[in-house]
């Protein structure tokens, strides 16, 4: 499998390293064209206002939301799971989220760069409950969902990791912790859906 990695901003070149750790092959992706490429993509972290910004001066947000209403594989972590909101909490944002993934996101709920942490998460991935080490930046947090939203992990009672079909996102950053598991998680939702 090609799994594209949206280039703009962020740890782009983290998420590339994990991809090949499962064996599997990548694209950064710059360009709608590209999308045809792939058959699935990663949206980083970084800063959500830029990356809105860049998607939408380079056509990318239109093309990318309709793709993901129709069922192409969408993973994100952090900013990238706020590029994907239904709603933002809070003050009038730059930011004009993709409105895909049933949620309502605070950003920076947890404090500024100073108050970044690491915490033990359990997560559940298809029903086996996995160790993994989630890494929080400036982290946004979920503070409402729809039905249709499925909690795989929380932190301190919050969802931290969500799937909605063909969409998983996390507000954390696996690319920054040992293993694979979240993305041979999201591997498995492709190939659930060709």
Not at 98 to 116: H, M
Not at 174 to 185: N, Q, R
């Amino acid at each position: 499998m090609k799994i594209g990695i949206l280039a703009i901003q962020g740890d782009f070149e983290l998420h590339a390293r994990k991809i090949v750790e499962t064996g599997n092959d990548y694209l950064l992706v710059k360009k709608t064209s590209q999308l045809d490429e792939i058959d699935g993509i990663i949206l980083p972290g970084g800063e959500s206002t830029t990356i809105s910004k860049i998607i939408s001066r380079y056509a990318l947000d239109e093309i990318l939301r309709e793709r993901v209403e129709n069922g192409f594989p969408v993973f994100a972590t952090c900013a990238g799971l706020i590029m994907l909101a239904k709603k933002l909490e809070g003050k009038e944002s730059e930011v004009t989220p993709l409105g895909v993934l049933n949620i309502t996101v605070k950003r920076n709920a947890y404090g500024r760069q100073r108050e970044s942490f690491e915490a033990p998460l359990k997560i559940n991935l298809d029903g086996k409950e996995v160790g993994v080490t989630g890494v929080f930046i400036r982290a946004p947090k979920i503070v409402d969902m729809g039905k249709e939203v499925q909690v795989l992990g929380r932190f301190e009672d919050s969802p931290v990791i969500v799937r909605q079909g063909n969409i998983l996102a996390m507000t954390f950053h696996p690319e920054l912790a040992e293993g694979t598991e979240i993305y041979e998680y999201f591997l498995n939702i492709i190939i659930g859906r060709r």
